[in-house]
């Protein structure tokens, strides 16, 4: 069974670092590339990517990433560089805001995930809560909308 304790574990509210496009350089290496042409911007089917002070970011709030790589193949500059490497570290993790925690049965995060990488383990005398397998995480977003408690953060 997944305790309070266990289910909070690491995943506390911390201020989130940006979260670049997919496939974007290391940070470092990003801001020196990224000339802030916006291509990647206006090449994104689902909006995910914005304006942000320093380069484009991605916020999950209307949709979620596909993969599809046409901000990359939009970056003339090669600050976001496909090459032969995952499109990012980031994955998916539940604050203390879910609603199964106050014993409301919610499963929308769960339904709304393209890699079924969110399951719920049942507990006694409470709503059951999800818990997300990083191995199956693809860091997708497509989970952060759907929740009515904005629980979810990609980091
Ligand atoms: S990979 Fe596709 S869906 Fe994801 S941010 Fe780039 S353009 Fe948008
Ligand atoms: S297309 Fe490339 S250079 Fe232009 S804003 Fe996006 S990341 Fe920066
Ligand atoms: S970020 Fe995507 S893959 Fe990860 S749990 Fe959310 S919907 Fe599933």
């Known amino acids: 069974m997944t305790s309070r304790r266990d289910f909070l574990r690491g995943r506390i509210s911390r201020p989130a670092p940006v979260l670049r496009p997919p496939w974007a350089l290391d940070e470092g290496d990003f801001l020196a590339a990224c000339t802030r042409c916006d291509a990647c911007i206006r090449a994104c089917p689902t909006g995910i990517l914005e304006h942000g002070g320093t380069g484009p970011v991605v916020k999950f709030a209307n949709g979620e990433c596909t993969f599809c790589g046409k901000c ?25 805001q879910c609603l199964a925690l106050a014993n409301v049965v919610c499963r929308s995060c769960g339904d709304a995930c393209p890699a079924t990488a969110i399951r719920f383990h049942p507990r006694l005398g409470g709503a059951a809560l999800p818990a997300i397998d990083n191995g199956l995480c693809t860091g997708c977003g497509a989970c952060v909308a759907p929740c009515p408690a904005r629980a979810i953060g990609i980091a």
């Open 72 to 96: 990359v193949d939009a970056c003339e500059p090669g600050a976001l560089l496909r090459a032969d490497r995952p499109p990012w570290s980031a994955r998916a993790a539940i604050g203390p």
